[in-house]
């Protein structure tokens, strides 16, 4: 299948080159796809799909042009090729758009990043149906009387990649990646219907949670929201749980890449080599790590992958910036998009930190909100629980948080050692001081 779609991939930069085309970039991807999800001990959803697709980039006479298709016959690629041409030559010339200089290629490492399972293909239609039952039934029985609604899933997917360029780059790759989850629906006072959830990702089945735990974290998480309720508006430390620092921590990684940098809709664009956070951050960007979900050799332009140090104790050290707002921002280029972000972990359990701080609020889900890039004010709905002394008080919902990036991000304290491992962002739980968290 690789050399298959290696030859395709050349055969289509020398017909775009014979067709007129001054460079290209070919992009040509196969995938097999399998969800499955239940709701009411029944099959709800059942999808299998296979795809294959090509992408090809044409530059030609200072204009650039990006178009996809599906049908990968020879014959059909002639009239795709000659057509993307043609509307390639309507549009503006853009003196910024071209392939990188070759040079930028060199450099790429050879590690095997283990983004295969090698069981992938033994995991059968009869285990996936037995993986979402068993998840669907741990959430029912833990949820037990209040459960108004529960639905659980898991999709699989197998996705080959092939890339090449009209001046030199090739470059492969392989990867399959494994989801599961659930959510629970529970019956609270009056109209309330709290909900929970779990999912989990991962490279490898093997290195999934145990699908009753799926199950059973879901329904806990809801029923632990019973009661839920708003407190009064109040400074105070929060605690944003590992799992949904991705969701807060985006905010303030979206002023980082290049094309907000140039449309000067960045608050961090003046900032390189400044303290943006309190110093203990450190916030890394690892492209090889062993069987991560975003792991990867080469980015989209055909750069070599490079670990980066994005954030150290606090000061901002790189930038995410693609060739293309390279050329703009007339700077070497590092890379357009993130690949595994980690942020390292500190030594104390989340149990000990709660004892110390006394009173605060775990954040457990965030709902709504939006954060600003240009000027890196933010607000989100949040919803968790009240602890006072390392015991949880009860359960608050339909508070919110505001504040701008570059005073919140300094108010953070200190950092546990409970990394979530099913996301290609590897966080742990977050502690901040002085949160205004309002409510009634």
Known sequence: MKEEMLNLADWVTKTARASGADDSRVTINSERFIEISYRERKPENIREASTRGLNLEIYVTG??????????????????????????????????????????????????????????????????????????EACLSRGGERVISVSAMTY????????????????????????????LTARDEGNRRPSGSESAMSVKRKDLPHPELIGQEAARRALEMLGAKKIKTEKMPVIIENRIVPRILSGFISAMFGRNIQQRQSFLAEKKGQKVT??????????????????????????PAKKRVLIEEGILKEFYIDWYYSRKLNCEPTTGSPSNLIIHEGKRSLEEIMKDIGRGILITGFI????????????????????????????VAEMNIADNHLIFWKKLVEIANDTWIYSDWRTPSLVFQDVIVSGE
């Open 278 to 303: 309190s110093e203990s951050l450190t916030l890394i960007d690892d492209p090889f790590l062993k069987s991560g979900l975003s792991s990867r050799l080469f980015d989209s332009d055909g750069l």
């Open 368 to 395: 709504g909100g939006n954060s600003n890039s240009t000027t890196g004010d933010m607000s989100i709905g949040i919803f968790g629980k009240l602890f006072e002394n390392g015991e949880f008080v009860q359960p």
């Open 63 to 136: 204009r650039y042009s990006s178009q996809s298709t599906s049908d990968l016959r020879k014959e059909s690629l002639k009239k795709f090729i000659t057509n993307a041409l043609t509307t390639t030559k309507l549009l503006a010339e853009d003196p910024y758009r071209s392939l990188p200089d070759p040079k930028y290629y060199e450099g790429r490492e050879k590690f095997n990043l283990e983004l295969t399972d090698p069981e992938y293909l033994n995991f059968s239609v009869e285990n996936r149906h037995n993986l979402v039952k068993t998840i669907e």
């Open 156 to 183: 699989d997917t197998h996705l080959s990649l092939v890339q090449m360029t009209s001046n030199g780059f090739e470059g492969s790759s392989e990867s399959t990646v494994y989801y599961a989850g659930a959510s």
